[in-house]
Each structure stands twice: as C-alpha cells, then as structure tokens.
C-alpha cells in the first residue's frame, strides 16, 4: 500500500514539474528592437512598416516558437545618429535578441556596423542600400526585401532597350539609398543602348521649394524624361511643383521606386497618370497571396497596403517562421539566422522570394508600373511588366559586380564612355513578361 502510494505520489509531482516547467517555457519573453523613422520626412514609411510588422504579429497572436515575442519601437527620426543611439539601447539596456525595422539606407550602413559584432540578428526592413548584403555584409544579416539597384536595373535596361530611349535627367535625394538607385538605373540604361543619365542632387528633407531645381532643367536638350529619384515628403513636393510649374507638359516625369508609392501618390496631383517606375509590388496584384494580405491589412488599418507595409510584414513573418524553426530555442544565435535563411516565402503576398545562401540577399519579382486613377479618383500603381528571380546582382557576375567602385554621388558616370566596358557586356537580358501571366 505504502509503495502505491509512494508511487502515486512520484507521479503526481513529475506531472506537476512537467506543468510548471510548460509554464515557463510559454512564458519565455523573446525581444526584437524595431527602429524606424516615425517622424520627419519618411515617417508615412516608418508608420506603413509598423503597420505591416504588427499584422504580422497580430496573425501569430505574438507568439514563435511556443514564446511571447514583445517588440520594442524606437524613433530614430532618419537620423544615422540618432539610429546607432537606439541600436545601443537597445542592445545595452533592453537587451535584445533580434533587431529589425530601419527604412534609409544610410540608418542601414551605421546600425549594420554597430551591430557587426553583437552576435544579434539582423533584419532590415526597407533599408536597401547594397551593400548591406554585398561588401559590408556579415554573416548575422538576413534581407529578404530588396536593395536600390535591384529593381532599377530592371527599369533602366526596359526603358533603353524596348521603349529606344537615350537621355535621362536625373534629379535626387543625396544619399546612399538613391545613390544605389541611381547607380543601378544607370547600368540598366547604358547596358540598354540608353546614352546619358544627368544627375543632380539636393540635400534630404531641407526645403519644400523645388522651382529653382525645376527651372534649371534644359528643355531643349533631348532629354526622354526628368527621373525623379527621391520619396516621401521630398517627392510630393517635387511632383506637386513639377506639374504647377509646366514641366510635365515639356518633359515626361518618371520615378524611382519609391516616389509615387503609397499614400504619397495619394497627395500628388492625377496630371501624373502614366507616369513609369519599378517596384517588387504593384498595387493591382492579382494572385491568392496579395488579395489575402491587402484584404487583412486593409480591415486592420483602414487603407491599402505598400511596397514598405509589404516588406514589413514579410520580414516579420521571416523572423517568427524562423524561431518556429529552431522551436523558440534561439540561444545559437547563428543557426537562428540560418533557420531563417531556410524559411519557405514561396506564399510571400508580393510574390515567391528565395533567399542567396551567400549574401542572405532575396531573389523576387520586379514589377514595371505606371501611375493610374481607380474608379474612385486614387491614383495607384498599375502593373505593366514582370521580370521574375531578380537578384540583387542582377545579370552581373557577383564577382565582376564588387570589382567596381560603390555607387555614391559622382559614380556610375552619366554617360557609358567612361563606364567599365565588361560590366555592358553582361550577357544577360531580362524577361519582360506582361503583367499578371
């Protein structure tokens, strides 16, 4: 009898050692510092990504792995400082175990080296600057979103080679982000028979008057359009002045990918209809896993999504498919990011996206667009073309493409004289296959 229950008893408290320890475990906390821009002149960029991260979250009822996954938010206000500032909060105070977010490509570059050699993940969101994942990469990055160049390429080489343009006016933001979209327009355009890309830059987020820049545009000189190659609050003054000043009706206005992206087109005036740019989104996606993510963001949020909404939400779902991989053990910080770079996107709503082993960089779709109005009076970005399995080296050799300098105000060049010769010689050409097939 005493053996019984001696043996009842043993049972009873292994049962409840097991229940307590299941406690623990469900109630282990999983920390991601998230930085972003929510003021200034990119905040509508710092809100979509927020806003894209927690549908993410709300969907996984903020769980992975069996754990409590708690996102802490910092304002960075595009400031590089200011970014590194938060990084070491972050880590030092709040002790982090992945950090995420980050909208220019230049918070990229300055948190990326703080954060070299702090064992964290690393997701960036929407910041694009290449070289995040090509000659300042480090094993603990993973961007499954894009970079500057990525899509640009794609845009510049259709516009020289299927529409036989040859002379662009480029006019953009100074710094890294449209100097990676401005270098990668410019391969794409001269690799395309295009013969000039002028470019001329102004300062980020200083001024709201453009008309200086605009009058300063030669009129008589050829150019097949003025490229816009800025975003957010920059780009809706610009384009506003662009149409009140007259150019439009002189001079074409295209973008880069950023400049007519939601809400922003929203505020700019319906004269641009039809003008062109290059995304991994377009808004009129038709397929399964885009209708499914634009219905649920919009019944969360109230509006449609965008390319930075999007990417959040993917780089989210990245980061808690890959604690579900490792079972919420992320104590092997290096095999958490491979457990990433393992993760199935082939249902990612914007299209499938592998990632490269090498550089953890994303292999999407590339979306040529123009500017349309809905049968509501919104202007959206209407899918064209789609260029499929883009990576961030293009139809380059990955060699032969770090061997040249790093794009920055003054390189690529603006005409293919002075460009190297091997790199026009890429024997590759883009698929351009009408959008939605």
């Known amino acids: 009898m005493e053996k019984k229950m001696f043996k009842n008893l043993f049972v009873f408290l292994a049962v409840l050692i097991a229940a307590n320890s299941d406690v623990r475990s469900a109630e282990k906390e999983i920390k991601v510092g998230f930085i972003s821009a929510f003021t200034g002149v990119f905040s509508s960029f710092g809100q979509q990504q927020k806003e894209g991260a927690v549908l993410a979250l709300e969907e996984a009822n903020y769980t992975a792995g069996g754990d409590k996954i708690t996102v802490i938010y910092e304002d960075d206000q595009l400031d590089n400082e200011q970014a590194v500032t938060k990084a070491k909060k972050l880590v030092v105070q709040d002790k982090i175990d992945i950090l995420t977010g980050l909208v220019s490509g230049d918070e990229g570059l300055s948190v990326g080296d703080y954060m070299k050699d702090k064992n964290i993940p690393v997701i960036p969101m929407y910041s694009a600057s290449e070289d995040m994942t090509m000659r300042a990469f480090y094993p603990m990055i993973v961007r499954a979103t894009w970079t500057g160049a990525q899509s ?3 845009f510049g080489y259709w516009l020289a080679k299927v529409k036989g343009w040859k002379k662009i006016y480029a006019i953009g933001e100074d710094y890294s982000y449209p100097y990676n979209q401005g270098g990668g327009f410019k391969r794409g355009f001269f690799r395309g028979g295009g013969e000039e890309v002028k470019t001329v830059w102004h300062p980020v987020g200083t001024t709201s008057d453009f008309s200086s820049i605009i009058a300063s545009i030669p009129t008589d000189q050829g150019y097949n359009a003025v490229l816009y190659n800025g975003a957010g609050g920059d780009a809706v003054n610009f384009v506003k002045q662009y149409v009140e000043l007259g150019m439009l009706q002189k001079i074409p206005l295209i973008g880069q990918s950023n ?133 961030q080296f293009g139809p380059y050799d990955p060699e032969l493409y770090l061997k040249q300098p790093p794009d920055t105000g003054s390189y690529p060049p603006d005409t293919p004289s002075a460009f190297a010769p091997e790199m026009l010689k890429a024997a590759s050409e883009y698929q351009y296959i009408p959008f939605g097939q």
């Open 259 to 391: 400049t007519f992206e939601k809400p922003d087109v929203e505020s700019m005036p319906a004269d641009i209809v039809g003008s062109l740019s290059a995304h991994h989104t377009a808004d009129d996606l038709a397929t399964p896993a885009w209708t499914k993510f634009k219905e649920a963001y919009h019944k969360r949020w109230g509006h449609d999504p965008s390319a930075a909404s999007e990417f959040a939400y993917s780089s989210m779902r990245l980061i808690l498919r890959g604690i579900d991989r490792q079972k919420g053990d992320i104590s092997d910080k290096p095999a958490l990011v491979k457990a990433m770079t393992q993760v199935d996107m082939s249902d990612d709503p914007r299209g499938p996206v592998a990632l490269d082993p090498k550089y953890h960089s994303a292999i999407e779709n590339v979306y040529i667009r123009e500017v349309a109005k809905d049968d509501k009076d919104q202007l959206y970005n209407k899918g064209l073309w789609t260029v499929k399995n883009v990576g």
């Open 152 to 154: 640009m390429d794609v």
